[in-house]
Structure formats: structure tokens, C-alpha cells
């Protein structure tokens, strides 16, 4: 299992970013997808879920209406639409997947909301 996420950056506050993640070793369509994040100092945290069937979606409170996880089983890629962001997003971003019983994690991408 493999994981790649991309699309990290530095945004002003009330900015945008889509973040990426690239899966192989698994088949995708099946599994549900989670993005965490991790901010400095903090435990990570869940920030969404795309399920692997049927694709629905659920989020935490604080996310909810700013971010939207999509994924495209076709390109075995989740992602993550950021927006309005808040200097309180900073952190690193990480994609999740739980396979065999084993959860796996992709690098990270460090997102950085600062004016």
C-alpha cells in the first residue's frame, strides 16, 4: 500500500487549496478514504471521510461548508478542497486508509495559512 499526497502550500487567510492523494497497492474503490491533519504541538485529527462505497462523505464540525473531500476511483486518487481557510488549519495534511486490518499513511503535505 502506497500513499502520495500533494498540493500543500503557504495561502493567505481566506484562501484555497486542493490537496491530493494517490493510492496504489489496493483496490481503491473499495475502501474508505480519510484525510487527518496535524497541527504543531496538537494530536492529529480527522478532518473527512469519502467511503469506498457509495461515496458518501462525512466531516469534522470545524470543517464542515470550508472543506469537501471528493474521489475519483478511476484515478485511485482522494482529495481535499480547501476553502476560506483560517490560520488554524496549518498543519500537516495526511491521507489514511485502513487495509487488512492495518492502518497505512501517506508523507504528508504541510499546509500553511499565514498572511
Known amino acids: 500500500v502506497q500513499l502520495v499526497e500533494s498540493g500543500g502550500g503557504l495561502v493567505q487567510p481566506g484562501g484555497s487549496l486542493r490537496l491530493s492523494c494517490a493510492a496504489s497497492?489496493?483496490?481503491?474503490?473499495?475502501?474508505?478514504m480519510k484525510w487527518h491533519r496535524q497541527a504543531p504541538g496538537k494530536e492529529r485529527e480527522l478532518v473527512a471521510i469519502?467511503?469506498?462505497?457509495?461515496?458518501?462523505?462525512t466531516y469534522a464540525d470545524s470543517m464542515k461548508g470550508r472543506f469537501t473531500i471528493s474521489r475519483d476511483n478511476a484515478k485511485n486518487t482522494v482529495y481535499l478542497q480547501m476553502n476560506s481557510l483560517k490560520p488554524e488549519d496549518t498543519g500537516v495534511y495526511y491521507c489514511?486508509?485502513?487495509?487488512?486490518?492495518?492502518?497505512?499513511w501517506g508523507q504528508g503535505t504541510q499546509v500553511t495559512v499565514s498572511s
Open positions: 489514511n486508509v485502513r487495509y487488512g486490518g492495518n492502518d497505512y
Open positions: 497497492g489496493f483496490t481503491f474503490r473499495y475502501y474508505n
Open positions: 469519502a467511503t469506498g462505497v457509495g461515496g458518501t462523505t
